[in-house]
């Protein structure tokens, strides 16, 4: 594996500019094959997973081209190859390509998706959703197989509100007949993104960032060209990070509005941050106060930036509170932090940090890429001058674009190891 290094102690300082979203990448890929056309995304990040679905959507019969952030998607030779192993076992967000190949062709073979898997990660609901609009589903060797003649629009509640789940029905359901209600819908802005994206290829889909969205078949949808909002959780952690190495940090092309939880939450731990248009700015204090975190469905607190916001919590004086509501175990993080001399137990669904004690250099694994985020803010709050190990940057690689060279920008001293 390969290990990022990181000599803390710098307060970061500086401006980093923010990537397209890759929860949107991921998933506006897949929705382009819906279009009988060339799909054209711009802001598209450099992530591994971006690579990976670039794959997957060659093995499909599409041509990709790459310019700079650009992607270019021509689905036109598209079919719906069986894709029972391999590259979809490498990502989570494969799970989109079910929904995106049974919309356009009635039929896909896609094998259950990979991905961090810091906990069970079920997709009943999405297969709930398919089945509500007549496909019929069998799980074979590992591969969901999914059959239609004809998709009919159908009302769909969600008992659990996934993002996934919404999105993927959102797909299958754009080309369908009549219309589909999805109920107790997930409202993340990376829904908007993709619902903006099939609207502009000509659906009709309405009522996303609601609890109800309203999807009218069309019978068919044009290529387009679509801008990928910018990506909150790199965001956000960006903004942890400065916080933890008391630096001040201006983080460009963002939608503040989407970073409304994380700026509250340092703001009631004592750092200072600026809203500006497209930017956030984020002054670190010498010291802060404890806060408890709830990590819930959009607009709270996302669960994507519990683990980076855990490492800036063993900087604040007293006890912090931290719950994941959404996933109850995305905790693995913790024995890593602990090496580095946090304090942190584990009770329930809850970390509880007793912070204040500067944390020392130790060899850590990340074990997701959340996880890795958090191991790499802990490590930049290091002050003895020791290096930090952090294994497993391919978890890393996974959701941060050009972390390095981010990092160094700002004047962090983080290098990569074979
Ligand atoms: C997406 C994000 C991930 C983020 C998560 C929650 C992508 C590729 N990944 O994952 O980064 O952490 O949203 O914001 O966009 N659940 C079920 N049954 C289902 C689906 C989900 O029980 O069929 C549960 C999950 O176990 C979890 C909760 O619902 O407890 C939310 O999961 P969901 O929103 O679906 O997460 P993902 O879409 O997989």
């Keep these: 594996m390969n290990k990022l290094m990181v000599a803390g102690g710098r307060?970061?300082?500086?401006?980093?500019?923010?990537?397209?979203?890759?929860?949107?990448?991921?998933?506006?890929?897949?929705?382009?094959?819906?279009a009988e056309s060339k799909v054209i995304l711009d802001n598209l990040p450099e992530l591994s997973d971006v690579e990976i679905y670039t794959e997957l959507l060659t093995e499909l019969g599409a041509t990709v081209e790459r310019n700079g952030d650009q992607m270019i998607i021509s689905p036109e030779g598209l079919r719906s190859v069986p894709l029972p192993n391999g590259n979809v076992k490498k990502l989570r967000a494969s799970y989109y390509l079910m929904g995106a190949l049974l919309g356009k062709f009635?039929?896909?073979?896609?094998?259950?998706?990979?991905?961090?898997?810091?906990?069970?990660?079920p997709i009943d609901q999405h297969i709930k959703g398919f089945e509500a609009l007549g496909a019929q589903i069998v799980n074979e060797g590992g591969a969901i197989h999914i059959r239609a003649k004809r998709l009919i629009g159908a009302r769909i509640y969600l008992d659990v509100v996934s993002v996934g789940a919404t999105i993927n029905i959102m797909l299958?359901?754009?080309?369908?007949?009549?219309?589909?209600?999805?109920?107790?819908?997930?409202?993340?802005?990376?829904?908007?993104?993709?619902?903006?994206?099939?609207?502009?290829?000509?659906?009709?889909?309405k009522g996303v960032g609601t609890e109800t969205i309203r999807i009218e078949g069309v019978e068919s949808l044009n290529g387009c060209r679509h801008s990928i909002i910018?990506?909150?959780?790199?965001?956000?952690?960006?903004?942890?990070?400065?916080?933890?190495?008391?630096?001040d940090v201006i983080v460009d092309n963002v939608i503040p509005k989407h970073l409304e939880a994380?700026?509250?939450?340092?703001?009631?731990?004592?750092?200072?941050?600026?809203?500006?248009?497209?930017?956030?700015?984020?002054?670190?204090?010498?010291?802060?106060?404890?806060?408890?975190?709830k990590a819930l469905i959009y607009p709270g607190f996302a669960t994507d930036i519990q683990s980076p916001m855990a490492s800036l919590l063993t900087q604040a004086k007293g006890t912090s509170i931290l719950t994941d509501y959404v996933y109850s175990?995305?905790?693995?993080?913790?024995?890593?932090?602990?090496?580095?001399?946090?304090?942190?137990?584990?009770?329930?669904?809850?970390?509880?940090?007793?912070?204040?004690?500067?944390?020392t250099a130790a060899k850590v694994t990340a074990t997701d890429l959340r996880a890795g985020a958090a191991l790499v803010v802990a490590g930049l709050t290091v002050t003895t001058g020791e290096i930090t190990e952090v294994d497993g940057l391919e978890f890393i690689d996974r959701g941060y674009d050009r972390l390095v060279e981010n990092l160094s920008l700002l004047g962090a001293e983080v290098w990569r190891k074979e």
Aim: aromatic share 4%.
């Design 172 to 205: 299958a359901a754009a080309l369908a007949k009549g219309i589909t209600t999805i109920e107790n819908a997930a409202k993340e802005p990376e829904i908007i993104d993709v619902a903006t994206l099939l609207n502009s290829m000509g659906a009709r889909v």
């Design 11 to 34: 307060p970061l300082k500086g401006t980093v500019t923010i990537s397209g979203a890759k929860n949107s990448a991921l998933a506006l890929i897949p929705a382009a094959i819906l």
């Design 106 to 121: 009635g039929e896909a073979v896609v094998g259950l998706p990979g991905g961090c898997n810091f906990e069970p990660r």
């Design 262 to 293: 994380v700026s509250a939450k340092l703001t009631e731990m004592g750092v200072d941050v600026m809203e500006m248009d497209e930017a956030v700015r984020v002054i670190g204090k010498p010291e802060y106060q404890a806060v408890d975190v």
């Design 329 to 359: 175990s995305r905790f693995k993080y913790i024995p890593e932090l602990s090496r580095m001399g946090a304090s942190i137990k584990l009770e329930g669904r809850s970390a509880v940090i007793e912070g204040g004690h500067p944390l």
């Design 230 to 247: 910018p990506d909150r959780i790199q965001a956000a952690t960006y903004m942890i990070a400065a916080a933890a190495t008391r630096g």
